[in-house]
């Protein structure tokens, strides 16, 4: 016989539920806690498929939680044939059949009805527990019997039939008879909190009973959903939601509802500043069963400063049932939920202006950084953003107003250095040195037209500066000729004009350009061989720095007149180390040792100036004379 007519076997994968529940705890499921949601969701659906049948017939779940763990449900129950096909059959669910179809058999509805769709959710049970009891009865056939399922985690199980008092109506209780190294998951308190936390808005009456005998209903009606006698108390009811959920009070809160997917619920807007980049951890309810807390796929990124919570029928879960899944619905919900979030905004300037500043004065940080990729939210808020500039703290729309020509700096040291200049000048100037401004002010004239914006030149700052009179500038050239030798060896010129405040004697015009070269020139200066060859290649024609010296300032005039070269260089040196000092920019090695220097010399001057004027050492002189 050749290979070719060889008969083929058939085989059936085999499947190690060790292996399986390892698979599930480590990787498919976040956390052991998940457990609990498993068995809620198998409640809800179950309740579900019965109302399909009897409209009018109960809908409770208890769970009670006392040595051993039960969650009893009043939903469809189970046959035999049913215990077999879906309990003991991995990715066997009652909500769909084979081909991935909802049963033909009338007990279930459209598969949107149900939480749960993989088959596999009782299985999450196995991570808290050893051994799975199911004591079910079906209330699809009047004279169904009780039927009790027993698996354990090695993969066995066991069927019985129990008499028809072990559970006298329909229904299914589920019993997990918890590890020990699992305990603490199935404490009353920890039990507790997970019901509340996963069964808060479940549309069935949830009761959590501990050994006690004490009853704790966990779900309620969610506030967007309830009626209030006012707008102000529905306000308050949903503020007070936020406060018990996210434990923040809202700046304000935008109620969500999308009706093609089933979907409401609030967005809160934080009431502190957060960078963009943490993400935002929004809760997202299916059908009232919590899915996620951290569901940061339901907003668009530049949402970043509210917290939502929703409940939605028509998003589709992914199989671990933690979060959502990626597709067409979930994209389109993120940009409905995104456009409400923007008329928010929009229609704040026009109803709330207070509220819209409130806001801006909290995100404006983050908001500048989004306004950068988003044209719309750019449009919509730089106008109202809050700027440095020469005008003070100001909107760019407000100083657009007074400055039709808006000049820009480059660094936070380029705008401290002419800003009390360029404001008594008439300039107005906007500091750009922080992260974004200078990017977004560049694009004011795409939001008001008519505006120009350019870069600031320090040339710029200079010709609004007023020249001195000839003869002034004359009488101080031998001053100047010092001050230009003195401050030569920093790459900087001098100049002498009149401008106000008066109290500033002098202005360091610089920019970041010019600083690079220098220090590029002193690296250079530094290095030896090829590295000196390769700074040395990268020389730069930039424009030079300038120390303004202002000749209204009466310390300037008075320093103009000296005429001793010694103290002239000191007083040159004072006034560029005063400047430099202004700028707040790092000082580099050189500038430092000019500081240090012009400081000494100035003591020591004033000291033999008093010994001069007291006759020499020790004050003898006076007497003398």
């Not at 919590?290 to 409940?311: G, I, K, N, T, Y």
């Not at 009488?475 to 009149?498: H, I, K, Q």
Request: contains cysteine.
């Amino acid at each position: 016989m050749s290979p070719s007519e060889n008969p083929t076997s058939a085989h059936t994968f085999q499947v190690d539920l060790r292996g399986l529940v390892d698979l599930l705890s480590h990787h498919l499921y976040s956390s052991p806690r998940v457990y609990l949601r498993e068995l809620l969701q198998n409640a809800v659906d179950a309740i579900s498929a019965r109302q399909a049948l009897d409209p009018a017939a109960p809908a409770a779940i208890t769970v009670r939680a006392d040595r051993d763990l039960t969650v009893t449900d009043t939903g469809i129950g189970l046959t035999e044939q049913d215990v077999h096909t879906f309990l003991a059959t991995i990715g066997r669910s009652s909500k769909r059949d084979a081909e991935g179809h909802l049963d033909g058999d009338g007990l279930a509805r459209a598969r949107g009805d149900f939480i749960g769709q993989f088959g596999i959710g009782l299985l999450a049970c196995f991570v808290v527990a050893d051994e799975i009891t199911v004591v079910t009865r079906s209330a699809a056939t009047p004279d169904a019997p009780v039927i009790e399922w027993r698996g354990s985690s090695d993969g066995r199980y066991t069927i019985r039939t129990l008499p028809a008092d072990a559970k006298p109506e329909p229904g299914t209780t589920v019993r997990l008879t918890p590890r020990s190294d699992a305990a603490e998951w199935t404490r009353a308190d920890r039990v507790l909190t997970l019901a509340r936390d996963f069964g808060s808005l479940l549309r069935h009456e949830v009761t959590v009973i501990d050994g006690r005998g004490d009853a704790t209903r966990v779900n309620h009606t969610p506030p967007w959903a309830a009626q209030h006698g006012s707008p102000l108390a529905r306000r308050e009811a949903l503020a007070a939601y936020c406060r018990s959920t996210f434990d923040f009070t809202p700046l304000d809160t935008i109620e969500l509802d999308l009706p093609l997917v089933g979907l409401r619920g609030v967005a809160y807007v934080l009431p502190d500043a957060v960078p963009p980049s943490r993400r935002a951890g929004h809760r997202v309810h299916l059908k009232g069963m919590l899915l996620s807390d951290h569901a940061d796929e339901l907003l668009p990124d530049w949402a970043f400063f509210v917290r939502c919570v929703v409940d939605t029928d028509g998003l589709r879960p992914t199989a671990s049932r933690e979060g959502l899944y990626a597709d067409e619905t979930l994209a389109a919900v993120r940009d409905a939920l995104g456009a409400r979030i923007r008329d928010w905004l929009t229609g704040l300037s026009a109803s709330d202006p207070a509220l819209l500043h409130r806001f801006i004065s909290v995100h404006h940080l983050a908001v500048k950084e989004l306004a950068r990729y988003d044209d719309e939210l750019l449009r919509m808020l730089l106008p109202w953003l809050p700027f440095e500039t020469t005008d003070g703290n100001v909107t760019l729309d407000e100083f657009a107003r007074t400055h039709p020509v808006v000049l820009v700096t480059r660094t936070v040291e380029e705008f401290r250095q002419v800003a009390p200049i360029a404001g008594a000048a008439g300039l107005g100037v906007v500091n750009g040195g922080y992260t974004y401004d200078r990017d977004l002010v560049h694009r004011l004239p795409e939001i008001r037209p008519g505006t120009s914006v350019a870069d600031l030149d320090p040339s710029t700052v200079t010709a609004h500066l007023d020249t001195v009179d000839p003869a002034a500038e004359l009488a101080a050239s031998a001053f100047l000729a010092t001050a230009r030798e003195v401050v030569g060896r920093f790459d900087c010129d001098v100049a002498l004009r009149s401008f106000h405040p008066t109290s500033a004697p002098a202005l360091l015009l610089d920019n970041r350009e010019a600083r690079h070269e220098r220090t590029r020139a002193q690296l250079a200066d530094e290095a030896d061989g090829l590295w000196a060859d390769i700074l040395g290649s990268l020389r730069a024609e930039v424009p030079r720095a300038q120390l303004v010296l202002n000749h209204l300032n009466p310390l300037v005039r008075r320093a103009a007149t000296i005429g001793d070269r010694e103290l002239a260089v000191t007083a040159v040196e004072t006034l560029y180390g005063q400047a430099v000092l202004l700028t707040r920019r790092p000082l580099t090695s050189s500038e430092s040792a000019l500081l240090n220097r012009s400081f000494i010399s100035l003591l020591d001057h004033a000291m033999l100036g008093h010994e001069a004027a007291a006759g020499g050492p020790g004050g003898t002189g006076a007497k003398e004379a």
